[in-house]
């Protein structure tokens, strides 16, 4: 059965600096690993998705890698600012039933 | 995002009531998926339809169903509300030209 477990669970930080956020799962059958972000009482939005043939995606001050044979997924996000502040979740897709398995999230709160 | 519309926005119910959410995509994506999400957690995938036919089923009970109609639309049924049903419902549509599945603003249920 897979699982994603996301590190850390919750993460507060002063204004600039570079962001690590790490995603782990189980089973190295996946489709593909898409990032999203999930502002409080609101849907996701979709930051990076990474195709299970590639090891990194980027877009503007986000890195995402995957390795899926240590089944790991980081989202580095650089010179974090305060409108970064946010719910980061990974999820990863399975072939069958096409569907995404979610970790349950990391908090993050860039500070002024 | 991506012009995934959901409605209502929030909704009060009384256990053992019906309710029915509903999601439509802007363009005509024929795969939708819907998730539930409690509060802290992920979200957890409930059902996928593409081309008005069901593809997978999460592990909920049969007091939820769904459909999707010829203008790809959808509706999520759940019977026999329980308190536990209360979360932020979403769906998610995913074109197919991508990979990426595009989700809306979700409906916040609340069981009382």
């Known amino acids: 059965k897979q699982e994603v477990t996301q590190i850390p669970a919750a993460l507060s930080v002063p204004e600039g600096e570079n962001l690590v956020l790490n995603c782990s799962f189980t089973?190295?059958?996946?489709?593909?690993l898409q990032w999203f972000r999930q502002d409080p009482g609101k849907g996701l939005t979709s930051l990076l998705l990474?195709?299970?043939?590639?090891r990194e995606q980027t877009s503007g001050r986000l890195n995402a890698s995957l390795d899926k044979s240590s089944g790991r997924s980081t989202l580095y996000i650089a010179a974090s600012q305060p409108g970064d502040s946010a719910t980061y979740l990974c999820?990863?897709?399975?072939?069958?039933?096409?569907?995404?398995?979610f970790g349950t999230g990391t908090r993050l709160q860039v500070f002024p | 995002d991506a012009g995934v519309t959901q409605s209502p926005t929030h909704l009060i119910k009384t256990r053992g009531q019906h309710v029915t959410l509903r999601c439509s995509p802007i363009?005509?994506?024929?795969?939708v998926s819907w998730y539930q999400q409690v509060l802290g957690q992920g979200p957890q995938f409930i059902f996928q339809?593409?081309?008005?036919?069901?593809?997978g089923r999460g592990n909920f009970p049969d007091r939820f169903s769904a459909r999707q109609f010829p203008n790809y639309s959808s509706e999520l049924n759940v019977n026999a509300l329980l308190l536990g049903d209360s979360a932020l419902y979403l769906c998610?549509?995913?074109?197919?030209?991508?990979?990426?599945?595009?989700f809306g603003p979700g409906t916040r249920l609340t069981v009382t």
């Open positions: 999820a990863v897709e399975i072939f069958y039933p096409a569907k995404l398995i």
């Open positions: 089973d190295s059958a996946i489709y593909n």
């Open positions: 990474i195709q299970s043939s590639q």
């Open positions: 363009s005509g994506h024929k795969s």
């Open positions: 339809y593409y081309e008005k036919e069901e593809r």
């Open positions: 998610a549509y995913r074109p197919d030209s991508s990979y990426e599945q595009y």
